[in-house]
């Protein structure tokens, strides 16, 4: 599933592409991509003739801003993929909405297991649409903190760090693949307690998971092999090269050779290196 560096990457790219464009008409092809609404005529007419003004990210979800003053959400779920491509470019399987500017070709939403979604909202109602957003946690990349700040973060909450990290009321937007990445960086393992941290151990994670998320964001977020992640031109990631820990059990250890250890928490995999995380 698409994290923070993904969505991130989509995110910085749509800013440089689509705003200004104004939607000359969207087709809908899949309903369950526009679940929100009662039919797709509802969702159609809030967005033709109108400007993307903004581009913002939420956690995990593209908030575009239109200059109706309505918001255009997207979350891509699982497998959800977004396309720039020129009109006259074949349409690929799965394609459930296609929105066509006035100038500029179409942005095309393609979502083979259809986990993701599209809705249009306004900003005082998006809190009701995404209860999760009323209580999102801070942002690693859009607010840095001081270590401080981090430090009582985790001593206040007191549950294992790997929990810490992908509670999205916390922390905005981290999930398996970062949290594990982040916690071998830091040299810390899932299951220690937040608040059993040195300092120096707390000045570790913070700087860990500053330096991970925008390493992962350099390299345009990670594409494994059984994930459709793709950017606007529909390329993949390359940070998955770089993973150190992530999917890469009995693999060596870049840091030490011992094998990389997999193990279930909160019936989810968890990688880590039994030498250098303590
Ligand atoms: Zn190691």
């Not at 969702?43 to 003053?69: A, M, P, Q």
């Not at 903190?145 to 009582?152: A, D, I």
């Not at 990670?222 to 990631?237: F, I, N, P, R």
Request: charged content about 30%; proline content about 3%; aromatic content about 8%.
């Amino acid at each position: 599933m698409p994290e923070l560096p993904e969505v991130e990457t989509i995110r910085r790219e749509l800013e440089r592409d689509v705003i200004g464009r104004r939607i000359k008409t969207v087709a809908v092809t899949g309903n369950r991509s526009i679940r929100r609404h009662a039919n797709k005529k509802l969702f159609i007419t809030r967005l033709e003739g109108t400007k993307i003004t903004h581009v913002d990210r939420k956690g995990k979800y593209l908030v575009l801003k239109l200059d109706s003053t309505d918001l255009l959400v997207i979350h891509l779920g699982m497998s959800g993929q977004l396309l720039r491509v020129a009109a006259k470019e074949a349409v690929a399987k799965h394609t459930h909405v296609t929105i066509t500017f006035t100038q500029g070709g179409q942005l095309r939403f393609v979502d083979p297991r259809t986990f993701g979604e599209m809705f249009v909202t306004t900003g005082d109602e998006l809190t009701d649409e995404v209860p999760e957003l009323a209580t999102l946690g801070v942002d690693p990349v859009e607010e840095p903190m001081s270590w401080q700040t981090f430090g009582h973060m985790l001593m206040r909450h007191q549950m294992k760090l790997k929990t810490f990290l992908m509670d999205q009321s916390i922390i905005a937007g981290l999930g398996n693949i970062y949290s594990d990445e982040i916690l071998f960086a830091a040299g810390l393992r899932y299951d220690r307690q937040s608040d059993s941290l040195s300092t120096q151990e707390m000045r570790r994670l913070y700087r860990s998971l500053v330096e991970t998320l925008h390493d992962a964001i350099k390299y345009g977020g990670s594409t494994l092999s059984d994930e459709q992640y793709v950017d606007l031109a529909g390329k993949a990631g390359e940070y998955q090269e770089h993973h150190k820990v992530y999917d890469r059990e009995k693999q060596a250890c870049r840091r030490c050779r011992a094998p990389i250890a997999k193990a279930k928490f909160q019936g989810r995999s968890t990688y880590f290196c039994e030498q250098c995380q303590v």
